[in-house]
């Protein structure tokens, strides 16, 4: 009967005694630290399914980005003898350092070869710019000449035929005379005859008559030459009348002439110039310096190398014209657009953290920009979420990496708040 009453006894009923004799304190029942363990983890799921859901509704991450820039490559413009490096591999340089020296005498020969030409081409235009207004003023003096030649011609003809006339004058002046000394004679020559009159008398009338018919003659021969004075003078004329239309109409070509003389000289002179100008750049490039500020790396020049145009020498990597080459998922972009605050989180650096803005979305996917694209129609198609570029800028770059840190090609994993509002102080937008 003892066993049962005690089986019956409940828990409170039961104590439990310490050796010492000292009631013991009981522990409590599996069930409550079940239920802490319970509620802990209930906790857990609570808060990964909320952080879950602030991540994939909030934000767009990805771990397929890496800081990018623009890697300038420095190659000498022209041929030539290294006579002088002046960097080393992982060297930073600023704007503006010297990079390296090619042997300028080639050159400095070149320059003072064409600005000889140009001195010369020069003078050449000096003269031939000289030469068009004297050309211009002989032609002019030339025209207004055979214009007053031909204006003394026609005098000359003039004058010619009023002798001509004066000449006919005399030849019927001297045909009347010779005509009264012949009605004299034939009037003496009866009365000679029957003495009427003396010898004297009729040999005078006889000798008067001699010369009016020389006179005739004389008259007659005056007017055949004042008529030849008559015909050289239009001779003249014509002559002078075609020298001043010739004059006339070939005084602008001879202007003409000598104006694209000049135009020619003065192009020559403008080549002569732009042969100098080109021997000047050319010497500039035998010292070659830096086009940007960074670190320089790949360097395949030393003293004494030949150089050829256009061979590439080292490569100058910036540390400030930095962004970020983000590729997400085609599932990713529902919500993402320019102007949209990014935290960027690099690898290196224990996570260093950088603030931006997504800049822009890139035109197409990395396959389709790929050497050789996907070609679907081939009847092999599986569909896998494409990837595009993002190009995502840094909004404080000079105070966040002051310590210049970031190099391109690191790692990055960009967060694109895509819920938050955009923020329109980034460059680019409004």
């Not at 005498?105 to 004297?134: C, F, G, K, R």
């Not at 657009?337 to 960027?344: D, E, G, S, T």
């Not at 290196?348 to 050497?371: D, E, H, I, N, P």
Request: charged share 20%; proline share 5%.
């Amino acid at each position: 009967m003892a066993e049962d009453q005690e089986k019956d006894k409940g828990p409170q009923d039961s104590k439990i005694v310490t050796p010492t004799g000292e009631p013991a304190t009981p522990e409590p029942p599996p069930s409550s630290n079940r239920r802490f363990i319970v509620i802990g983890v209930v906790l857990l799921l609570v808060l990964g399914a909320s952080f879950f859901y602030w991540r994939s509704t909030f934000t767009e991450d990805t771990d397929d980005a890496q800081v990018d820039g623009n890697l300038y490559q420095v190659s000498s413009r022209i041929s030539g003898h290294v006579v002088k490096v002046y960097v080393d591999d992982n060297q930073t340089v600023h704007t503006g350092d010297a990079l390296a020296d090619v042997d300028p005498t080639d050159y400095q020969v070149a320059l003072d070869q064409a600005e000889a030409d140009l001195a010369s081409a020069q003078a050449q235009y000096a003269q031939a710019s000289t030469n068009v207004p004297i050309t211009s003023t002989t032609v002019g003096t030339t025209v207004t000449t055979s214009a007053s030649d031909v204006k003394g011609s026609a005098d000359m003809v003039a004058q010619s035929e009023k002798q001509v006339e004066a000449a006919e004058a005399r030849v019927a002046e001297a045909q009347a005379n010779a005509k009264k000394a012949q009605d004299d004679v034939d009037r003496y020559t009866p009365l000679v005859q029957k003495d009427v009159i003396s010898k004297q008398q009729f040999d005078t009338a006889l000798q008067a008559l001699a010369g009016a018919r020389a006179s005739v003659v004389e008259a007659e021969a005056n007017v055949l030459a004042q008529q030849n004075a008559v015909s050289s003078a239009k001779a003249r004329l014509a002559q002078a009348q075609a020298q001043s239309q010739q004059s006339v109409k070939n005084a602008p070509g001879q202007v003409r002439v000598e104006e694209a003389r000049a135009t020619a000289a003065e192009a020559v002179v403008k080549q002569a110039e732009a042969k100098v100008e080109q021997a000047k750049l050319n010497l500039s490039y035998t010292h070659i310096v830096a086009p940007t500020s960074g670190i320089v790396n790949k360097k395949n020049v030393e003293v004494g190398a030949n150089l050829a145009s256009g061979q590439d020498l080292m490569t100058i990597i910036p540390l400030t014209d930095l962004w970020v080459t983000a590729n997400f998922k085609e599932t990713q972009l529902a919500e993402m657009h320019p102007c949209q605050a990014v935290m960027l989180k690099v690898d290196a650096y224990g996570g260093r953290k950088f603030s931006g803005y997504l800049r822009q979305v890139g035109g197409a996917t990395g396959s389709m920009l790929s050497l050789f694209p996907p070609e679907n129609a081939t009847g092999n198609y599986v569909k896998v979420v494409q990837r595009i570029p993002v190009r995502i800028d840094f909004t404080n770059l000079q105070d966040e990496d002051k310590d210049f840190v970031l190099r391109p090609g690191l790692s990055v994993t960009p967060d694109v708040d895509v819920k938050a509002a955009d923020v329109h102080n980034f460059p680019g937008c409004s």
